[in-house]
C-alpha cells in the first residue's frame, strides 16, 4: 500500500468465509484512486516523526507511549511498528528563471539526499518552469542511481515563469507508479506560482486527500518577488512532512540527508476511525507522546488531518498480512 489507510475488509473477509474457502472465492471489489482516502476505510495509519528539544530522534518508544486524536476524540491504537521500509520518492525541482544560480546547491543536495536514502528505495524526478516534465528517460522510470538522478536534474533548462501546482500534481499522478508502501514528494522552490492550470486550493485538497508525505525547500533571497513559503509551509504541515528555508543556497545538502533520516526513522501508527464523516468532511488528526528524553519534552509531528473520499480498497496491506 502506498503507506497510511487500510480497509478492513480483506481481514473481515477472511475470518467470514473460511469454512467456505474451498467453495467459493470471494468476489472481487473494484480499486479506485489509491491515493484518495475513505470514509470507509476502518485502518487510518500515520507516519509520525518524535524528536526531543535538541532535534534528536526519539528512538525507543512504545504503543502505549502515543496518544492519537481524531477530531479531538481519542482513538485506539491498532497497528504500532518502528521500522525502516522502502519509500518511493519524488524529486520535484523548480527550474524557473529565478533558480538558475541556486541549481548547483539543489543538484549537490538531491545526490545527498539519494546517498543517504537506502538502497531499497526507488525515485523520480519532476522538472517544472511554465512548463512540466520528467527528468529521467522513459526506460528508466524509477531509479536508485545518484547519477540518473542528478543527470535528470541538471539537463534540464532553467528559465521562464513558475508551474508549481502543476507539477506537485504531475508528481502525485507519477508515484501511481511506485511500488514501495510508503510515497514521498520532496518539492525544491521558491513556493511562488504563476503558470499553473491548477489553483493553491486545488493542491491543497490533494495533499489533504492524498496518502504522500510532502516535505519543501524553500529556496530563495529577499530579493525574490515570487517567494511563498506559506505555500511550502502548509503542504508539509498537511501531510506530516516539513519544511525548510535555508538562509544559504548550500546548506541545502545537509537539509536533504535530514530528510532521509527523517524518512527512515518514523514510527508507524495506525488506528481504527471512531467517527463517521460523509465524503468531503475534513478530519482533524493529533497525535500526541507523554514519553519524556530525559528530563526533556519530546515533539511529534504528523499530518493535520484528512478529506474523507469515496470507498475503496487499497492496493496492499500495510500490516503486511
Do not use: W
Amino acid at each position: 500500500m502506498d503507506g497510511y489507510y487500510v480497509n478492513a475488509l480483506p481481514l473481515l473477509l477472511l475470518v467470514g468465509l473460511a469454512g467456505r474457502a474451498q467453495l467459493q472465492a470471494p468476489p472481487p471489489i473494484k480499486t479506485q484512486d489509491p491515493f484518495q482516502i475513505s470514509v470507509n476505510v476502518d485502518l487510518v495509519v500515520l507516519n509520525a516523526t518524535v524528536r526531543d528539544s535538541k532535534g534528536r530522534f526519539a528512538p525507543d518508544l512504545h504503543e502505549q507511549d502515543f496518544a492519537v486524536y481524531e477530531d479531538g476524540v481519542r482513538q485506539s491504537i491498532r497497528l504500532f511498528r518502528h521500522e525502516d521500509i522502502p519509500v518511493t520518492v519524488g524529486l520535484v525541482v523548480d527550474h524557473s528563471s529565478s533558480m538558475r544560480p541556486k541549481l548547483r546547491d539543489v543538484i549537490a543536495a538531491a545526490r545527498t539526499f539519494v546517498e543517504s536514502s537506502s538502497p531499497d528505495d526507488e525515485m523520480f524526478v519532476v522538472n517544472f518552469n511554465e512548463k512540466v516534465t520528467l527528468g529521467l528517460p522513459d526506460f528508466i522510470p524509477l531509479t536508485n542511481r545518484p547519477e540518473d538522478l542528478t543527470s535528470a536534474i541538471a539537463n534540464a533548462p532553467t528559465r521562464g515563469m513558475t508551474a508549481l501546482y502543476d507539477a506537485i500534481f504531475e508528481a502525485r499522478n507519477r508515484l501511481r507508479t511506485g511500488t514501495r508502501e510508503k510515497k514521498v514528494l520532496i518539492v525544491i522552490s521558491d513556493g511562488g506560482d504563476n503558470a499553473s492550470k491548477h489553483t493553491l486550493a486545488e493542491v491543497v485538497k490533494m495533499a489533504a486527500q492524498s496518502t504522500a508525505l510532502i516535505y519543501t525547500i524553500g529556496i530563495f533571497g529577499e530579493e525574490d518577488a515570487d517567494r511563498n513559503p506559506g505555500v511550502l509551509r502548509r503542504l508539509a504541515a498537511e501531510t506530516g512532512g516539513d519544511a525548510f528555508f535555508p538562509k544559504e543556497f548550500n546548506e541545502a545538502v545537509a537539509i536533504c540527508e535530514r530528510i532521509a533520516r527523517d524518512i527512515r526513522h518514523q514510527y508507524t501508527i495506525g488506528y481504527h476511525s471512531a467517527g463517521k464523516a460523509q465524503p468531503g468532511a475534513y478530519r482533524t488528526i493529533r497525535v500526541t507522546t507523554g514519553a519524556a528524553a530525559g528530563a526533556g519534552k519530546l515533539f511529534v509531528r504528523a499530518r493535520a488531518g484528512y478529506i474523507a473520499g469515496d470507498a475503496l480498497r487499497p492496493p496492499k496491506d500495510v500490516t503486511g498480512k
